[in-house]
């Protein structure tokens, strides 16, 4: 098993966040693209939509997650919980990068 480290930890979440930015992108472009004059190929895109929009508001979620989390980073406090203050162990934040508590605190 390889060892984790911060930086590592940082690069994976910079490059996720750079990945939910481009498809909020795309979502949006799909989401706002002009619909068809007929009827039932309308009723097919809005459906599309709609299932568009899903993915942005879980793309949003977890971006707004990332973007905490790199503020812990910046802050020093990444690796600890913010429920109870102890070490969150670097293993479980390679699991669950954007994390912010401590095993015991996440499963009460």
Same mark, same amino acid.
Request: hydrophobic content about 30%.
């Given at each position: 098993?390889?060892?984790?480290? /911060?930086? %590592?930890?940082? *690069? %994976?979440?910079?490059?996720? #966040?750079?990945? /939910?930015?481009? =498809?909020?992108? #795309?979502?949006?472009? !799909?989401? %706002?693209?002009?619909?068809?004059? !007929?009827? &039932?190929? #309308?009723?097919?895109?809005? #459906?599309? !939509?709609?299932?568009?929009?899903?993915?942005?508001?879980?793309?949003? @979620?977890?971006?707004?997650? @990332?973007?905490? *989390?790199?503020?812990? @980073?910046?802050?020093?406090?990444?690796?600890?919980?913010?429920?109870?203050?102890?070490? @969150?162990? /670097?293993? =479980?934040?390679?699991?669950?990068?954007?994390?912010?508590?401590?095993?015991?605190?996440? &499963?009460?």
């Amino acid at each position: 098993m390889t060892k984790v480290s /911060l930086k %590592t930890l940082e *690069a %994976t979440l910079r490059s996720r #966040q750079q990945e /939910l930015m481009t =498809r909020l992108s #795309q979502v949006q472009k !799909d989401v %706002t693209a002009a619909h068809s004059a !007929d009827w &039932s190929e #309308q009723a097919q895109e809005r #459906q599309n !939509d709609e299932v568009m929009e899903a993915i942005g508001n879980e793309s949003r @979620i977890e971006l707004g997650r @990332i973007n905490r *989390a790199l503020e812990r @980073i910046e802050q020093g406090e990444y690796c600890y919980c913010r429920n109870c203050g102890e070490e @969150i162990p /670097l293993e =479980r934040l390679a699991a669950v990068p954007y994390t912010d508590l401590c095993i015991r605190c996440a &499963s009460r």
